[in-house]
């Protein structure tokens, strides 16, 4: 076996996650982007349409083509911010909230398979793991810019 480096395996991981995702995706007539958008929703309040870029780490491009799409599927409703007059308020329909939850269903069911073939002492290094990861890049140690 090769060396993988750990953006390989991030990479390759990550690739076959979406994949997986999106083909359990297609039996509910849905992608794993329209999940992950119906996911990221509060069911009881809505959620603030300028809220969900950041809260998803998508740009507004993507995130407003994937809202029209959902949106035309009847998935999602859009509503004035009764404490922002300027800002949208993005709510799911009954037929969104269903989506929602078998979106939901097929996560917690990925995890739950897991989470019966990792021990918990790896998963806690997992986790440790991609905490250490997300930091570095937060915090900018990993490529560091020098003057001349």
């Given at each position: 076996?090769?060396?993988?480096?750990?953006?390989?395996?991030?990479?390759?991981?990550?690739?076959?996650?979406?994949?997986?995702?999106?083909?359990?995706?297609?039996?509910?007539?849905?992608?794993?982007?329209?999940?992950?958008?119906?996911?990221?929703?509060?069911?009881?309040?809505?959620?603030?349409?300028?809220?969900?870029?950041?809260?998803?780490?998508?740009?507004?491009?993507?995130?407003?083509?994937?809202?029209?799409?959902i949106e035309e599927r009847?998935?999602?409703?859009?509503?004035?911010?009764?404490?922002?007059?300027?800002?949208?308020l993005i709510h799911l329909?009954?037929?969104?909230?269903?989506?929602?939850?078998?979106?939901?269903?097929?996560?917690?069911?990925?995890?739950?398979?897991?989470?019966?073939?990792?021990?918990?002492?790896?998963?806690?290094?997992?986790?440790?793991?991609?905490?250490?990861i997300n930091k570095l890049?937060?915090?900018?140690?990993?490529?560091?810019?020098?003057?001349?």
């Open positions: 076996m090769k060396d993988l480096t750990i953006d390989y395996a991030l990479r390759a991981t990550w690739q076959a996650v979406i994949k997986m995702y999106n083909e359990e995706a297609k039996n509910y007539g849905l992608t794993m982007a329209i999940g992950f958008t119906l996911l990221s929703i509060d069911p009881k309040k809505g959620t603030p349409s300028t809220a969900l870029g950041p809260k998803m780490g998508m740009e507004a491009t993507s995130l407003s083509r994937i809202l029209k799409n009847g998935y999602i409703q859009r509503k004035p911010n009764p404490k922002d007059g300027r800002g949208v329909t009954a037929l969104g909230l269903e989506k929602r939850k078998d979106s939901k269903d097929v996560v917690l069911r990925f995890n739950d398979v897991v989470r019966e073939h990792v021990s918990e002492e790896d998963l806690v290094g997992f986790y440790k793991t991609a905490d250490v890049i937060s915090d900018k140690k990993i490529y560091i810019k020098t003057t001349n």
